[in-house]
């Protein structure tokens, strides 16, 4: 039985690598244009927006400075979220941070045993999300000429980050075997120490994203010879800056606020890349990223509408606001097989 799956696997793995060389072969203009985009929004908006956050992040692990601040949470977090108050600032920090900062943060905390595992897996689920540098300055400010909506869509991913934390309580099988932080008895780390590592650490993981950002933009390169709409749905799945700057195109907010809720696939291997010593269920993780980018659509369609804004008039941008979601048969039927695929194979991680 063990054979049979193997066999399957290599199979898989062979064909997998089998179409990847024969569409560079095919396309390798187009291949190399994708990989060039993937570039530019790595030195153009993900370092200069997660680099700095990321530091941060992993500085607050590294120090104990989360053990000092979790005194001020300790009771707010399990009952909140059923995790222990040394997660507050890691929380805190994948809200406003971007998508990597709360897994590596998480992580640390993991290795250094100022969380349990149980309370690493938990936190996992719902410590997701951009930051205000990709939302507002790059999603808003250049994208959709407006901030205010790029502000709107930081507030619509925070308030779903809660919502999902607070079910992920309730949802998850991990016991929460969280200590208080009286009870941790963990040995001081200098400053100069914290301050190396997380230089070191987010330097290596910043590397390690730009390259998942460059390789999934060329797959999207090859994907440009498909219709223009389901590149952009494509691409939803795969790669979020790749996919805001398509759908932008079109104004397609809520899509846009789907998408940055919902992450890619390439943020998702970031994150299973950081969590690599935290078993979690890939499939949840899946879930809990796809009710992320609903709510993230849904609030900052009802933050627009509260808050009457629209694109300015001399916007970049050729075509009127649309609110709407997209009804594209195309796009629909590309998602939904894309989701069914993906969760078939994670089966087998």
């Not at 000429?145 to 779903?160: D, E, Y």
């Not at 390169?221 to 800056?241: C, M, N, Q, R």
């Amino acid at each position: 039985m063990m054979n049979k799956i193997q066999n399957k696997q290599t199979l898989g793995e062979f064909v997998f690598a089998a179409i990847i060389i024969t569409a560079v072969l095919l396309w390798g203009k187009e291949c190399a244009q994708g990989a060039l985009n993937g570039i530019f929004f790595c030195a153009e908006v993900l370092i200069p927006s997660i680099f700095p956050f990321m530091i941060i992040s992993v500085f607050i692990a590294e120090s104990g400075l989360s053990e000092k601040l979790g005194k001020l949470t300790e009771k707010i977090c399990p009952k909140l979220f059923g995790v222990s108050g040394n997660l507050s600032a890691v929380i805190i920090m994948s809200m406003i941070g971007g998508y990597p900062v709360g897994a590596r943060g998480i992580s640390t905390l993991a290795e250094n045993g100022r969380i349990s595992k149980n309370d690493a897996v938990k936190a996992s689920y719902f410590a997701v999300g951009a930051g205000p540098g990709f939302l507002i300055t790059f999603v808003g400010g250049e994208l959709l000429s407006n901030r205010s909506i790029g502000v709107c869509m930081l507030a619509a991913q925070i308030l779903s980050v809660i919502i999902i934390g607070i079910l992920n309580k309730f949802i998850t099988t991990a016991k929460s075997d969280y200590n208080s932080c009286a009870e941790l008895n963990n040995p001081p780390v200098t400053f100069t120490s914290a301050v190396t590592k997380s230089v070191t650490s987010s330097a290596y993981g910043m590397l390690e994203m730009c390259g998942m950002v460059v390789a999934f933009s060329a797959v999207i390169g090859i994907a440009e010879k498909l219709p223009t709409d389901s590149v952009k749905y494509f691409s939803v799945f795969l790669e979020v800056t790749t996919a805001c700057n398509l759908l932008a195109e079109n104004n397609n907010i809520l899509f846009i606020a789907f998408s940055t809720g919902f992450g890619g696939l390439c943020v998702h291997f970031q994150i299973f890349t950081a969590l690599k010593n935290i078993k979690i269920n890939k499939a949840l993780f899946f879930l809990c990223r796809i009710v992320q980018g609903l709510l993230s659509a849904l609030f900052t369609f009802i933050f627009i509408k509260i808050f009457n804004i629209s694109l300015p008039v001399f916007s970049s941008v050729k075509t009127p606001l649309n609110l709407s979601l997209s009804t594209s048969a195309v796009g629909s039927a590309l998602l939904i097989l894309c989701a069914v695929s993906f969760i078939y194979s994670i089966k087998k991680l």
